[in-house]
C-alpha cells in the first residue's frame, strides 16, 4: 500500500515537471494596398521607418512586431501592395497560460519579437477564428437544393 502511494506522488512529480511546450507563434499575413507618396511613385512609403522602400525589400515594423515587404500585384494594371506579417490574433485568454516574459523578446526582429506563453501540463491554448471562406459541404447542399 505504501509503495502505491509513492509512486503515486512521483508520477504527479514528474507531470508537473513536464511542462508543456511552448506554443510556437504562427505568424499571419495580409496584403494591403501600399502607401504611395507622390513624389516617389513606384516605391512604397514605410511610415515605421519614414523611408522609402523598393518593391522586392522588407523592412522592419518596429516598434511594432511584425515586419512588411514590398511588393506589385500580378494583375493588370499592376498595383503596388503591402505584404504585412504580424504575429497574429493573440490567445484568448487563459488563466493556466501565461506570457513567457523570459522567452519573449519584445526587442528581437520580426518573428522573434512574438510573444510566447507557457501553459500548465495539457492545457493548450486557443486562438480566435478567423474569418475563412465557407466550408466545401455548405455548397453541396446548396447544389441538392437546386
Ligand atoms: C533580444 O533581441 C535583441 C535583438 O536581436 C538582442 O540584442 C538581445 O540580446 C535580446 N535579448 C534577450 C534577453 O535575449
Given at each position: 500500500?505504501?509503495?502505491?502511494?509513492?509512486?503515486?506522488?512521483?508520477?504527479?512529480?514528474?507531470?508537473?515537471?513536464?511542462?508543456?511546450?511552448?506554443?510556437?507563434?504562427?505568424?499571419?499575413?495580409?496584403?494591403?494596398?501600399?502607401?504611395?507618396?507622390?513624389?516617389?511613385?513606384?516605391?512604397?512609403?514605410?511610415?515605421?521607418?519614414?523611408?522609402?522602400?523598393?518593391?522586392?525589400?522588407?523592412?522592419?515594423?518596429?516598434?511594432?512586431?511584425?515586419?512588411?515587404?514590398?511588393?506589385?500585384?500580378?494583375?493588370?494594371?499592376?498595383?503596388?501592395?503591402?505584404?504585412?506579417?504580424?504575429?497574429?490574433?493573440?490567445?484568448?485568454?487563459?488563466?493556466?497560460?501565461?506570457?513567457?516574459?523570459?522567452?519573449?523578446?519584445?526587442?528581437?526582429?520580426?518573428?522573434g519579437c512574438c510573444p510566447i506563453f507557457t501553459c500548465e501540463a495539457g492545457?493548450?491554448?486557443?486562438?480566435?477564428?478567423?474569418?475563412?471562406?465557407?466550408?466545401?459541404?455548405?455548397?453541396?447542399?446548396?447544389?441538392?437544393?437546386?
Amino acid at each position: 500500500m505504501k509503495y502505491l502511494v509513492v509512486l503515486a506522488i512521483f508520477a504527479l512529480a514528474f507531470a508537473a515537471e513536464e511542462k508543456a511546450d511552448d506554443e510556437r507563434p504562427k505568424t499571419y499575413r495580409r496584403l494591403i494596398p501600399a502607401d504611395v507618396l507622390r513624389d516617389f511613385p513606384g516605391m512604397c512609403f514605410a511610415s515605421t521607418r519614414c523611408a522609402t522602400v523598393e518593391p522586392g525589400n522588407s523592412w522592419d515594423l518596429a516598434p511594432f512586431c511584425g515586419k512588411s515587404s514590398c511588393v506589385i500585384s500580378e494583375d493588370e494594371p499592376p498595383r503596388l501592395l503591402e505584404l504585412v506579417e504580424d504575429c497574429g490574433p493573440l490567445p484568448i485568454a487563459n488563466p493556466k497560460c501565461k506570457l513567457d516574459t523570459e522567452k519573449t523578446n519584445k526587442t528581437a526582429p520580426f518573428p522573434g519579437c512574438c510573444p510566447i506563453f507557457t501553459c500548465e501540463a495539457g492545457v493548450k491554448l486557443e486562438y480566435p477564428e478567423l474569418p475563412t471562406p465557407p466550408p466545401e459541404d455548405e455548397k453541396k447542399e446548396d447544389k441538392k437544393e437546386a
